[in-house]
């Protein structure tokens, strides 16, 4: 069993983690569960967001996985004498391998549930919320998401059409059309959930954060290019999902150069024409390329992060046709 927290996308790691851990031990795994509390306060199931038949069929091969417990299992849970645990971060399967051994020899049948506790990052928050910008040092760092007017001036440098359509995922979470002004003048195409669906038709996802992420999800993983603003989660499960479709085209901006030459382009240290070319330079190879995952023996926190590129289980794309 599983119960994993956090929002949609820390959620949606955590689940093909654990899918991964119940094919590695061989057990079997039940539809998870998704937290209902502590991060959005949705009460949305597993079966409002994903497929659930699609969920179990895929994977037929790979894990066994049921609905929900059979009735004799479902005594045990109500009784609570079932081996909970929250895994330990970073470890490797041999752990998983260990823990499902000592818990099997402790229980019959096999009940084991884990508690998939996501970190929350916190630099995940518009750094331009007034409670939050205190630190000059994060944005250089190329640590905080990038402003509108950055994104305005990084796609305009990157020759991006002006009227293209550019869909807003998280809606006003950039606070509305005052903070949106820059992007809107010089891409005034912006559209997002409210304006693209009648209200009758967006009623059923309001007050269910999760299906409202899965919207925004759904949108980013189908557009034409996906450009983040933070490499926060959902930018990193989208980027890797997207390379999976066959390496679709996602700007991976570097954000700590772009702050960099915006503030000189704003002082005036730079010509529109050099910003253009330098910005171009500098992102001339992060499009969603097929790239190599760095990958540090037993250091895994300093791994390229595998949602995003998981290059060990991607075919390599498939050539272009002759001209």
Not at 268 to 285: D, I, P, Q, R, T
């Amino acid at each position: 069993m599983v119960s994993s927290n956090g929002g949609l996308n820390q959620m949606r790691a955590g689940i093909c983690d654990m899918v991964a851990i119940a094919s590695y031990i061989n057990v079997t795994l039940i539809v998870p569960e998704l937290d209902k509390t502590s991060f959005w306060n949705d009460y949305s199931e597993f079966k409002d967001i994903f497929d659930v038949d699609y969920f179990i069929t895929s994977l037929r091969d790979k894990v066994k996985i049921q609905r929900e417990l059979p009735p004799n299992l479902k005594k045990i849970v109500e009784m609570g004498t079932f081996y909970s645990m929250p895994p330990i971060s970073w470890s490797n399967m041999s752990y998983y391998s260990n823990t499902a051994k000592s818990v099997t020899n402790m229980y019959a049948p096999l009940l084991l549930k884990l508690y998939v506790n996501i970190y929350i990052n916190r630099y995940a928050y518009p750094w331009w919320k007034d409670k939050v910008i205190n630190s000059t040092k994060k944005r250089k760092a190329g640590l905080c998401p990038m402003t509108p007017e950055e994104a305005a001036l990084t796609l305009r440098a990157l020759d991006i059409d002006q009227n293209i359509q550019i869909y807003i995922a998280a809606g006003d979470i950039y606070g509305g059309k005052t903070r949106l002004a820059n992007l809107a003048a010089a891409f005034p195409n912006l559209v997002k959930k409210e304006t693209l669906l009648k209200p009758s038709e967006l009623l059923p996802f309001q007050n269910h954060s999760s299906q409202m992420a899965a919207l925004d999800y759904i949108v980013s993983v189908e557009s034409d290019i996906f450009v983040p603003t933070y490499g926060g989660n959902m930018a990193k499960v989208v980027e890797g999902h997207r390379r999976f479709l066959g390496f679709k085209k996602t700007l991976d901006p570097n954000r700590k150069i772009v702050v960099n030459l915006t503030d000189k382009y704003n002082k005036g240290k730079l010509k529109w024409e050099e910003f253009s070319v330098v910005m171009k330079e500098a992102h001339a190879n992060r499009w969603g390329n097929p790239a190599d995952r760095v990958v540090t023996p037993g250091k895994p926190k300093d791994e390229d992060y595998f949602w995003s590129n998981p290059q060990e289980c991607l075919a390599p794309p498939s050539p272009s046709p002759s001209t």
